[in-house]
């Protein structure tokens, strides 16, 4: 490969799924100001990825055709714009990129320092992708939590199998919570060896009911499922339980705003990311120590994306799926 060129994933327009995936030759981006160049040794791909190809954030996103997705990176910086002081050619880091610049599946990616964070030797490059998007949104979730001083929190975490509800598993014992999971009866010993106290297939009647088998009334839970009414967690929430929605549709919204009128005490609350840096660094921080850990459902090489993409659309990753340049 010619200098100053790299092997990159990209798409023409909307639709097509992992078919209409492009291999090609492109430009290696250059950094601007407060931005950082990273050469990738993994990326993770999020259902968001896909989501936009479909056109499900059109007219927003993508901003441009061709567009090289994937916005979950971890690497080695080769090079920094004007005013990037935390980090300098050499170091390896992970870090979230723009979605509407998008950048992820290629040998190098253009990121923003402010969320761009370093990545500590215990922790491989997998690892780290795999954070970003899945493990802010766990976390972001369960900022929602009011943890009141000598009760022990109740939790039910949806799709717990899953990118982001297998950090919010881990995230939520680490608050001292008792947890309550969902996820398909293969997964059910990995969920627990998670720290799940109690896990629930969700194909069962039990698990579409979603109540807990030692009759909790959850405090929080994080919904990372789709297609649950709002009936069906009503009667399983505490007094002022919260139901935090990571995949809202209309329902939610509406919801949402009759809950807001008529002062509702328990409430189904609509989440979109708000990316910060500081918490790439928490999470890698915890991993670092052995308290989380990325669950790699599976491993592509940049050259075999689409699988990998693929996978992700078919819905039944278990953890994070994982390409490698
Ligand atoms: N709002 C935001 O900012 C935000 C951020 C991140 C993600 N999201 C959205 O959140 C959703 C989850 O993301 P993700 O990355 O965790 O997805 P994912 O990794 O693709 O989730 C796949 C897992 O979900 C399980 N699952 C599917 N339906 C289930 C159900 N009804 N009950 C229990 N488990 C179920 C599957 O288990 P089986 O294989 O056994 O079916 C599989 O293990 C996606 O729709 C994503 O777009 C939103």
């Known amino acids: 490969m010619a200098e100053n060129f790299m092997h990159a994933v990209q798409y023409d327009a909307y639709g097509g799924g992992a078919a209409a995936l492009k291999h090609r030759e492109v430009g290696v981006p250059s950094a601007e100001k407060d931005e950082v160049v990273v050469k990738l040794e993994a990326a993770s791909i999020n259902p968001f990825d896909w989501k936009v190809q479909k056109g499900m954030l059109r007219p927003l996103l993508p901003a441009k055709f061709p567009f090289i997705p994937g916005t979950d990176v971890a690497g080695e ?127 069962t009647p039990d698990g579409a009911a979603l109540s807990s088998p030692s009759q909790r009334k959850y405090d929080i839970v994080v919904h990372c499922a789709t297609g649950i009414p709002w009936s069906r967690f009503e009667p399983n929430l505490s007094p002022c339980g919260k139901v935090i929605d990571i995949t809202p549709g209309f329902g939610t919204l509406l919801t949402y705003g009759l809950q807001k009128v008529s002062f509702s005490k328990k409430k189904l609350v609509p989440l979109l990311l708000n990316p910060k840096g500081k918490d790439l660094e928490y999470l890698v921080k915890l991993m670092k120590e052995g308290k989380l850990k990325t669950v790699i459902d599976s491993k592509h090489p940049l050259s075999e994306a689409e699988r990998g993409w693929a996978r992700s659309i078919e819905g039944h990753a278990t953890g994070k799926i994982i390409v490698e340049p």
């Not at 050619?89 to 979605?99: Q, Y």
């Not at 997998?126 to 009760?151: F, I, K, N, Y």
């Not at 969902?182 to 060896?193: D, H, K, M, P, S």
């Open 77 to 203: 910086v080769v090079a920094v714009g004007v005013g990037v002081n935390r980090f300098k050619a050499g170091d390896k880091v992970f870090a979230m990129i723009n979605p509407f610049n998008g950048g992820g599946l290629a040998e190098f990616s253009v990121v923003k320092e402010s969320i761009t964070a370093h990545r500590p030797p215990e922790v491989s490059a997998s690892e780290a992708a795999g954070l970003p998007v899945a493990g802010l949104t766990a976390h972001q979730a369960l900022t929602h939590l009011v943890v009141v001083p000598g009760q022990q929190p109740n939790i039910l975490v949806t799709a717990a199998s899953g990118g982001v509800g297998h950090y919010a598993v881990q995230l939520a014992k680490l608050q001292n919570a008792h947890v309550t999971a969902t996820c398909g009866a293969r997964n059910i010993e990995l969920v627990r060896n998670l720290g799940a106290d109690e896990v629930l297939d969700y194909k």
